[in-house]
């Protein structure tokens, strides 16, 4: 799981801080976002104190028509020590009572001059993809077709030069040797390189080459959504290996359970070319053309005509 602190979305906002400054370090644990009207009415039986708290038009109206004492108890019971942040949306004047509050309790107060629906989206959307759970798997992935590969395999197999010639056909590599990958929602992983080795490519004999430098920028991606794995293995004459395709192993990254194709790899196969046409096959799959079916359906014809 990441983390975000307070400056970190200050920063990545632009944001105006107008009180609170030693709290700039807290951590924000999720990534819902509270808008505390009920609590503006005195209602904090149950108030989120763990969530960024949003003050838009409607919550700060409704204050300014409250006492001054009703104001300043309100305000400090928003500001708690389990409070990330209060951001006030449209530019607003920030109560007295706030500031004094934030003051007291160390809760940063910080200020946009962006609507308060347009801004809760935007943090949401990047607190969802930070505070995502979080994974590193030993592999290569390829965008292929559209198509977010995973290849995975024992080190030497073959996964980098397999890349390398998916990219000299037009493919684009997204991540060699360690993929970072995340979970941003339900059955939807991205992967993505770490910052070091962003664009690199380790080809045994050779050394590490830049991809982008090489080949464009077109032969590159920076994320990408994982949809299939493709397992190279070294041949093993005693295992059977699926023939037709019917049946649909799965691997499980994070919670999302991702197709996956175990690929034997011997002298002779071309492995860029298999890998190629088993992307444009999990398309056609998703599609609702199945091959392995079509062709299942035909041998059960064959079959039970020969019977009658």
Known sequence: MGQVTVKQVMDMFDLDLIS??????????????????????????????????????????????LEAQERTERMLKLCTDDTPAIIVAHGMDVPSELVAASGRKHVPVLRTKMPTTRFSSLLTNYLESQLAPTTAVHGV????????????????????????????????????????????GENTLVGHPPKLIEHLLEIRGVGIIDIMTLFGASAVRTFKRISLVIDLEIWDQDKTYDRLGLEEEKMRIIDTDLTKLT???????????????????????RMGVNAAEEFSKRLDEVIAQDTN
């Open 20 to 65: 609170g400054e030693e709290g700039l370090g807290r951590r924000i644990p999720i990534s819902d976002i509270s808008r505390p009207g009920l609590e503006m009415a005195g209602y904090f039986t149950h108030y989120p104190a763990n969530r960024i708290q949003m003050l838009g038009k409607t919550e700060l109206s409704f204050f300014a028509l």
């Open 141 to 184: 992935l390829v965008d292929i077709y559209g198509v977010g590969v995973l290849i995975t395999g024992k080190s030497g197999v073959g996964k980098s030069e397999t890349a390398l010639e998916l990219v000299k056909k037009g493919h684009r590599l997204v991540a060699d040797d360690c993929v970072e990958i995340h979970q941003e």
């Open 263 to 285: 690929i034997p790899v011997r002298p002779g196969r071309n492995l860029a070319v298999i890998i190629e046409v088993a992307a444009m096959n999990y398309r056609l799959k």
